[in-house]
């Protein structure tokens, strides 16, 4: 699990719209950019939100307009702060000069934060047919764009499809299987009745992560399957480790599929 | 359960049937109180925009009338204020979903 953690930190950096190498731009004869990328050296001086970062930030797009990287980090900074509006403006300039470093971010975020499930599907669609390389992972890392891709159809309530697209996935890359990717692809076998696939889901999650979650819906599956005993069963462990904090963890945000003692109460009284 | 104080106090049957995205920002003090209230609304394709009262009064009054927020802490101990925001997906004047 340790080396699993490593592999997808470093993947998923590798992915993430990092602070150019200003030297590539002298190379490509654009000193403009050049004299941008040198002060935006500057900005990892401040803290995210000092204004004086900010105002970094608003220079180097005074001095080249076309330079995406400032766009990029100023909406970084508004989306933390819960202002949309700016932070579509810059995203969307961002976008307008990088798309291609741009849209693995805002497919995260439009549907992290907003619910646009439409629209980070079409920019992850637009990301495949930009490059020819695979197409990384979500801002955080926690997911391959794949398999948010597949979230984002679980979220319309396509489950047919987001099982497809999860398990495809997970046959294509079988080095580059999620925390939490066996999880999600056995929830959507549920919501469409195949409790068997699901419940092979949720033991083949349990060597990625041992989490509260694969037992609650276990429970779900088991009690459709009419199997009492391992529902039962299921659900002690579901508590147990929910008491003990073993659970979807997020930071940000609630993460799809997370669990909470309200939702196991539930299932408990139903 | 934070969602379900929206679930069960919203009436969506007495707002105009708008669609669109209100972030309500709030800060939480040092003793778990909130306050400074702020909103900020657009149409699902981020372009600002006002939605009817009857929608945002009732958000905002939900929200504020929301306890049990932790507190803050620095490394030496020290109690902090810290923002929090909600954002609400509105489609057909009905709360779709509460993020993040």
Redesign the interface.
């Known amino acids: 699990m340790k080396y699993l953690t490593l592999i997808l930190i470093l993947f998923s950096s590798s992915f993430l719209f990092s602070q150019p190498n200003c030297n590539s731009f002298l190379w490509e004869g654009d000193t403009i950019k050049y004299n941008a990328c040198k002060l935006s050296e500057k900005f990892v001086d401040y803290y995210q939100f000092d204004m004086r970062g900010q105002a970094i930030l608003d220079s180097c797009i005074l001095i080249c307009p076309y330079y995406a990287w400032p766009y990029f980090e100023k909406a970084s900074t508004y989306i933390k702060s819960g202002n949309f509006l700016k932070w579509n403006y810059y995203i969307n300039k961002s976008y307008e000069y990088d798309p291609i470093n741009t849209l693995p971010y805002r497919a995260s975020c439009r549907a992290k934060f907003f619910a646009d499930y439409v629209g980070a599907i079409s920019d992850i669609n637009e990301l495949d047919s930009l490059v020819s390389f695979d197409i990384g992972y979500t801002n955080g890392g926690t997911y391959h764009l794949n398999v948010w891709k597949g979230l984002c159809y679980k979220n319309l309530d396509s489950f047919d499809i987001a099982a497809k697209i999860i398990n495809d996935h997970i046959q294509k890359q079988p080095d580059a299987i999620g925390f939490y990717d066996y999880l999600h692809l056995g929830v959507c076998y549920q919501k469409l009745e195949m409790h068997e696939q699901a419940l092979e889901c949720f033991e083949k999650q349990i060597n990625y992560n041992d989490l509260s979650e694969i037992w609650y819906y276990s429970a779900i599956s088991f009690k459709a399957l009419g199997m009492h005993d391992e529902y039962n069963s299921s659900i002690k462990k579901a508590q147990e480790y929910l008491s003990n904090g073993q659970t979807l963890v997020g930071g940000f945000r609630t993460l799809d599929d997370e669990i909470f003692q309200y939702e196991l109460d539930q299932l408990i009284s139903n | 359960?934070l969602i379900?104080s929206f679930l069960e106090n919203y009436d969506s049957t007495k707002v105009k049937k708008e669609s669109g995205?209100i972030?309500i920002?709030f800060i939480v003090n040092c003793h778990g109180e909130t306050d400074r209230f702020r909103i900020?609304q657009?149409d699902?394709n981020?372009k600002?925009k006002v939605f009817d009262k009857n929608i945002t009064n009732q958000l905002m009054a939900i929200t504020k009338a929301l306890d049990g927020w932790g507190q803050k802490y620095m490394e030496d101990g020290t109690s902090v204020d810290y923002?929090q925001?909600l954002?609400f997906?509105i489609v057909e004047g009905k709360i779709?979903?509460i993020?993040?």
């Open positions: 359960m379900n995205l972030r920002r900020m657009s699902l981020y600002e923002w925001f954002n997906k779709v979903k993020l993040p």
